[in-house]
């Protein structure tokens, strides 16, 4: 099992920033990659931005150039950097971790930007 548990949201005027971490315990060996996604109230959720072992990321086409995404191998942290902030990326967040075909999920923070 893989735990990840997340931390950081709050509320935000827009154009304001945030940083969300994620830490992961339990069987971190052999996690090929990192995501973070979001899920606003009545909308399915989505992908927000994701980093692989070998370093590679891709992002929503929605947060390109406002997002990124990091992590630290020696804390089991991945982060997302949230510059630019805009009411429509109001939502919960939610941090994942894939293994193979199995994938594990964080409870979720609740990042609300205010207009």
């Known amino acids: 099992q893989v735990q990840p548990v997340e931390s950081g949201g709050g509320l935000v005027q827009a154009g304001g920033s945030l940083r969300l971490s994620c830490a992961f315990s339990?069987?971190?060996?052999?996690?090929?990659?990192m995501g973070w996604y979001r899920q606003a109230p009545g909308k399915q959720r989505e992908l927000v931005a994701r980093?692989?072992?070998?370093?590679?990321?891709n992002y929503a086409d929605s947060v390109k150039d406002r997002f990124a995404i990091s992590r630290d191998n020696a804390k089991n942290m991945v982060y997302l950097q949230m510059n630019s902030l805009k009411p429509e990326d109001t939502a919960v967040y939610y941090c994942?971790?894939?293994?193979?075909?199995?994938?594990?999920w964080g409870q979720g923070t609740q990042v609300t930007v205010s207009s």
């Open positions: 980093i692989t072992r070998g370093g590679s990321t």
């Open positions: 994942n971790a894939e293994r193979g075909s199995v994938v594990f």
């Open positions: 339990g069987s971190i060996f052999s996690i090929n990659a």
